[in-house]
C-alpha cells in the first residue's frame, strides 16, 4: 500500500462506510488532462454515483481516473467502476463529441451552467453537449415542459401550445425528446423559431428515440442535445430517472402537462421540488387518465395551476415582471346600472310594451323610482317611451 | 303620529340612515299569524332587503306587515314595498302551494334549514318549499353542484357523473335546475336513486326554463324545490344573483363543474367564501373557456382542485371520516427490485441471450454483483438460464 494515504475523516465524509484510499500524485501524471479525464469517467461511472462525486470533488477527476485505472484506487465500488474499463476510448468519444459540433461541459468551463450544481453530490461529472450557442446562455432563461409519452391529443396540443408560447416571450424550452409531450413541446419551441434543449438518457449521438431523428437533428441545429452519458451509450430505464433531475435542475421551474399517476413527469416535477424550482401543472379533463397526475401534483399542493405561458412566466420569471393578465369576462353595460335601475329593467318584458305600474309591480319598486329609473335608461339607450307605456331597445 | 315609537337606536342600527317608526300592537292585532305576514311579505319585498330583515327581526312579521299595509310604517323602503300591496293574495298562494303539496317554511319552524341563519341580514324572510320530505333532514348532508348554463359535453358528463356519486354516497345534490351543469347534477342524482334540491329565482310553480318541466316534477317528487319567492313570480335577473347565496347558505360546500369568468356560478362560490363553506373546483381543458372560471378559483387560492365525488366528500364530510383514496398508478413488480438487480435487468437486451461480461459492462457493474443479480432475477421468473448465458423471460 506504498504510497496511498488513507483519509479516514474524508472516507467518512464521502463513502458513507466505505474506504477510501487515494494517493497523492500531480494532476498531469498520466498526461491526461481534467477535460479527459472527466470524459472516461462519464463512461465507466453510471449517472448519480455520489461516492464517484466527492471523491472527484476532493481529489480532482484526473487523481481519481489514473488510480481508478492503475488500481491503486480502493474504494468498495471501484470493482463495478472498472467494469466497464475495457469499453474505454475516450479520444474517440471526443472525436465523434466533436464530428457531430459537440463537446464535452466541464465544471469551471464558461458555459457550465450553473442550476446543476445545486444537485449537490447528484450533480454531473460532465455533459456531452451537441449545439453551436453557448449552453449557460441558452439556458439562462429556460423553463422545462415535460409530460406523458401516450399524450392524448388535448396534451398534444397544449404541449405544443406552450412550447411556442413561451418561445414567443423569449424564454427556453427544455425537455426529453420523448414521444407525446416532450415532442410536442420542442416542436412548438422550434415552430415558434425559438431555442430549445434535448436532455437525453442516452449519448448525444445516439437517435432515441428513432423516430425522433429530424426532431433531434432541429434540436441540435436551434438549441443544444444534452447528456452527461459518453457517445454510443443506449437509453436503459433507469437512465430515464436520473436524468430527469437535470431537467428540473437547469431550468427556471418545470411545467407538467399531461401525467398519467405513474408518469416519469411526476419524477421531473418531484426533482424541481426538492431543487426548491417551481412545478407549475396544466389541468385537464377530470375524466382523462392523462391528466390524473397532474391533478394530484395540485392536489398535494407540490404545483401551481396554470392554463398559459403568460402564468407560467410569472411564477418562473423575476418578482414583480412577467405578471400574467387576469382572466376577466367581458364587463356589460348592464352591470354598470345602479340596483334600482337594473331591477326596472329587469322588470321590463323583453318585447311587449309596458306602463310604469306593471314595471312597478313587478319590480316590487314605487312608481316615482322607476320613472327615474326609466328616465336613465332612456338616456342610455336601454328603453323608449312609444305609445301607451315603455319598450325595451334590442342591444 | 299617535301610537308610533320612534326607536332612534332602532333606526340607526336596522336601517342605515332612514327613519323608522313602527307602532306597539299585540300580535294576532288584525287576525294574521306569523306564517300568514311573512307569506306577505314573500310577496311584496324583492330579496334581500336588510332593512325589511331587520324589522321583522326586531318587531315581528306581523307587525311589520299590518302596519305596512295600514300606512302605518314609516321607513324611506316603504314606498317600495307598498307598490306590490294591489297583488297581495296571501290565501290564494298558500292555497296554490298547498295544491302543489307545498307549504312556506318559516325560521322556527322544524325543517327551517339552519345553514340559511348564516346569511345574517341577507336571509329570507321564509321559504317555499314543494317536496314531500322535511327540508331540514333533505338539506342535512347536502352539497351544491353548480355550473355554466352553456356547458360542454365534458362538463355536462361530470356534472351528472358527480351528481350520482354523491348521491350513491348519501349525499343530498342541490342546485338550481338552470340548463347546463345544474341539470345535469340534478338529472344525476335522480338516475342514482338520491335526492336533490332545486333553488329557483321564481315561484316554486313555476317552471323555469320551460323546458325543464319534467325534470322539476321529479326533483319535487324526489326531494324538493325550494324559493323564497311566492308562487307565480317570474325569474328576473337580479333574482338569479340573490338566489345564489340561499344554495350556498343550505350546503356543506360548493362544487363549480365549468363556469366561463363571468359565469353565475362564480357568484355561488363567492357566496360559500363568504359563509366559510368550502369550495370545490372541477378542472377541465386549459383550451374550454367554459373551464376558464373554474380554473381562476383555483389559482386565486378562491376553491380546492377536486376531481372526483370522494374528494369532494373529504372536504365536505366531517373532519376525520370520508377521506378520499389517492389516486395511484399500479405499483410495478419492477419497483420492487434492489437498485443493482434493476441495474441488470435494465442492462439485458429484450430478446437476445446475453453473457455476464457484457451484461457487466453495460450496467456498470462488478460481475459478481451482476451474478447475484441473475440469480434474483431467476429465482423472481424474470430471467432464464440458456445455453450460452442469460434471457430475459417475457412478462
Same mark, same amino acid.
Given at each position: 500500500m506504498d504510497g496511498l494515504i488513507v483519509d479516514s475523516r474524508g472516507a467518512r465524509m464521502l463513502a458513507g462506510g466505505s474506504v477510501v484510499a487515494l494517493p497523492r500524485r500531480p494532476a498531469d501524471d498520466l498526461g491526461v488532462d481534467e477535460r479527459y479525464a472527466r470524459a472516461a469517467l462519464s463512461r465507466l461511472v453510471e449517472p448519480v454515483d455520489k461516492s464517484m462525486v466527492g471523491l472527484v470533488e476532493r481529489y480532482g477527476a484526473v487523481t481519481v481516473f489514473a488510480d481508478l485505472r492503475s488500481g491503486v484506487l480502493q474504494h468498495d465500488r471501484a470493482r463495478h467502476w472498472r467494469a466497464r474499463l475495457g469499453r474505454l476510448d475516450v479520444e474517440e468519444d471526443l472525436r465523434q463529441a466533436a464530428e457531430l459540433g459537440g463537446r464535452l461541459v466541464c465544471p #469551471?468551463?464558461?458555459?457550465?451552467?450553473?442550476?446543476?450544481?445545486?444537485?449537490? &453530490?447528484?450533480?454531473?461529472l460532465a455533459l456531452w453537449v451537441r449545439g453551436r450557442q453557448s449552453l449557460t446562455e441558452v439556458l439562462a432563461q429556460s423553463v422545462a415542459v415535460v409530460g406523458s409519452r401516450a399524450a392524448t391529443s388535448y396534451g398534444s396540443h397544449v404541449g405544443a401550445e406552450l412550447g411556442a408560447e413561451l418561445c414567443d416571450r423569449g424564454w427556453t424550452v427544455v425537455s426529453? &425528446? &420523448?414521444?407525446?409531450i416532450d415532442a410536442c413541446a420542442h416542436k412548438g419551441a422550434l415552430a415558434a423559431g425559438g431555442r430549445t434543449v434535448a436532455v437525453l438518457?442516452?449519448?448525444?449521438?445516439?437517435?432515441?428515440?428513432? #423516430?425522433h431523428r429530424a426532431l433531434l437533428e432541429r434540436v441540435a441545429e436551434e438549441g443544444a442535445i444534452v447528456s452527461e452519458l459518453p457517445p454510443r451509450e443506449a437509453p436503459m430505464r433507469g437512465r430515464f430517472l436520473v436524468r430527469n433531475r437535470l431537467i428540473a435542475a437547469m431550468t427556471r421551474g418545470t411545467v407538467v402537462v399531461e401525467a398519467s399517476p405513474r408518469s416519469g413527469a411526476l419524477n421531473t416535477a418531484g426533482e424541481a421540488i426538492a431543487l426548491y424550482r417551481p412545478v407549475l401543472a396544466v389541468p385537464g379533463p377530470v375524466t382523462s387518465a392523462m391528466s390524473a397526475g397532474v391533478h394530484q401534483l395540485v392536489r398535494k399542493g407540490m404545483a401551481e395551476l396554470v392554463t398559459n405561458a403568460a402564468e407560467v412566466i410569472e411564477v418562473?420569471?423575476?418578482?414583480?415582471?412577467d405578471l400574467a393578465p387576469e382572466v376577466r369576462g367581458p364587463v356589460r353595460?348592464?352591470?354598470?346600472?345602479g340596483p334600482d335601475v337594473a331591477r326596472v329593467l329587469d322588470a321590463m318584458p323583453v318585447r311587449a310594451v309596458c306602463e310604469v305600474e306593471a314595471i312597478a309591480t313587478r319590480a316590487g319598486l314605487a312608481a316615482d323610482t322607476v320613472l327615474a329609473g326609466l328616465e336613465t335608461l332612456v338616456e342610455q339607450g336601454w328603453v323608449e317611451e312609444v305609445l301607451g307605456g315603455w319598450r325595451r331597445i334590442k342591444k
Amino acid at each position: 500500500m506504498d504510497g496511498l494515504i488513507v483519509d479516514s475523516r474524508g472516507a467518512r465524509m464521502l463513502a458513507g462506510g466505505s474506504v477510501v484510499a487515494l494517493p497523492r500524485r500531480p494532476a498531469d501524471d498520466l498526461g491526461v488532462d481534467e477535460r479527459y479525464a472527466r470524459a472516461a469517467l462519464s463512461r465507466l461511472v453510471e449517472p448519480v454515483d455520489k461516492s464517484m462525486v466527492g471523491l472527484v470533488e476532493r481529489y480532482g477527476a484526473v487523481t481519481v481516473f489514473a488510480d481508478l485505472r492503475s488500481g491503486v484506487l480502493q474504494h468498495d465500488r471501484a470493482r463495478h467502476w472498472r467494469a466497464r474499463l475495457g469499453r474505454l476510448d475516450v479520444e474517440e468519444d471526443l472525436r465523434q463529441a466533436a464530428e457531430l459540433g459537440g463537446r464535452l461541459v466541464c465544471p #469551471g468551463d464558461a458555459e457550465w451552467p450553473p442550476g446543476v450544481d445545486d444537485l449537490g &453530490a447528484r450533480r454531473p461529472l460532465a455533459l456531452w453537449v451537441r449545439g453551436r450557442q453557448s449552453l449557460t446562455e441558452v439556458l439562462a432563461q429556460s423553463v422545462a415542459v415535460v409530460g406523458s409519452r401516450a399524450a392524448t391529443s388535448y396534451g398534444s396540443h397544449v404541449g405544443a401550445e406552450l412550447g411556442a408560447e413561451l418561445c414567443d416571450r423569449g424564454w427556453t424550452v427544455v425537455s426529453g &425528446a &420523448a414521444y407525446g409531450i416532450d415532442a410536442c413541446a420542442h416542436k412548438g419551441a422550434l415552430a415558434a423559431g425559438g431555442r430549445t434543449v434535448a436532455v437525453l438518457a442516452c449519448g448525444v449521438d445516439v437517435t432515441y428515440p428513432a #423516430g425522433h431523428r429530424a426532431l433531434l437533428e432541429r434540436v441540435a441545429e436551434e438549441g443544444a442535445i444534452v447528456s452527461e452519458l459518453p457517445p454510443r451509450e443506449a437509453p436503459m430505464r433507469g437512465r430515464f430517472l436520473v436524468r430527469n433531475r437535470l431537467i428540473a435542475a437547469m431550468t427556471r421551474g418545470t411545467v407538467v402537462v399531461e401525467a398519467s399517476p405513474r408518469s416519469g413527469a411526476l419524477n421531473t416535477a418531484g426533482e424541481a421540488i426538492a431543487l426548491y424550482r417551481p412545478v407549475l401543472a396544466v389541468p385537464g379533463p377530470v375524466t382523462s387518465a392523462m391528466s390524473a397526475g397532474v391533478h394530484q401534483l395540485v392536489r398535494k399542493g407540490m404545483a401551481e395551476l396554470v392554463t398559459n405561458a403568460a402564468e407560467v412566466i410569472e411564477v418562473v420569471g423575476r418578482i414583480g415582471e412577467d405578471l400574467a393578465p387576469e382572466v376577466r369576462g367581458p364587463v356589460r353595460q348592464h352591470d354598470r346600472l345602479g340596483p334600482d335601475v337594473a331591477r326596472v329593467l329587469d322588470a321590463m318584458p323583453v318585447r311587449a310594451v309596458c306602463e310604469v305600474e306593471a314595471i312597478a309591480t313587478r319590480a316590487g319598486l314605487a312608481a316615482d323610482t322607476v320613472l327615474a329609473g326609466l328616465e336613465t335608461l332612456v338616456e342610455q339607450g336601454w328603453v323608449e317611451e312609444v305609445l301607451g307605456g315603455w319598450r325595451r331597445i334590442k342591444k
